[in-house]
Nanobody, 115 residues
Framework: QVQLVESGGGLVQAGGSLRLPCAVSGVNSNTMGWFRQAPGKQRELVATITRVQTTNYAESLKGRFTISRDNAKNTVFLQMNNLKPEDTAVYYC???????????WGQGTQVTVSS
């Protein structure tokens, strides 16, 4: 059974930081990553990372967000710095890249950035 469990979300003031871990079990895939979905908007890619640490970011988030992974623990992390109110969204962890998205998803963790 595949499980992805995110944590680390919460309420933070603009300019603050959060780190989101996602523990994955039941699947060991090359590509893991994060999407997010803001209210009234479509889910959008945040970042992906491969087993050999090759990363890909949404252009608008480069420099503020950093994705990393611990292959031994099958865990992916998202470090978010200098957060802005427009970063408010539910952040979803994904595993096993197929086509243009992930096959497996976590339940999501809410990130709210206040101004």
């Amino acid at each position: 059974q595949v499980q992805l469990v995110e944590s680390g979300g919460g309420l933070v003031q603009a300019g603050g930081s959060l780190r989101l871990p996602c523990a994955v079990s039941g699947v060991n895939s090359n590509t893991m990553g994060w999407f997010r979905q803001a209210p009234g908007k479509q889910r959008e890619l945040v970042a992906t990372i491969t087993r050999v640490q090759t990363t890909n970011y949404a252009e608008s988030l480069k420099g503020r967000f950093t994705i990393s992974r611990d292959n031994a623990k099958n865990t992916v992390f998202l470090q978010m710095n200098n957060l802005k109110p427009e970063d408010t969204a539910v952040y979803y962890c994904g595993s096993l890249w197929v086509g243009d998205s992930f096959r497996y998803w976590g339940q999501g963790t809410q990130v709210t950035v206040s101004s």
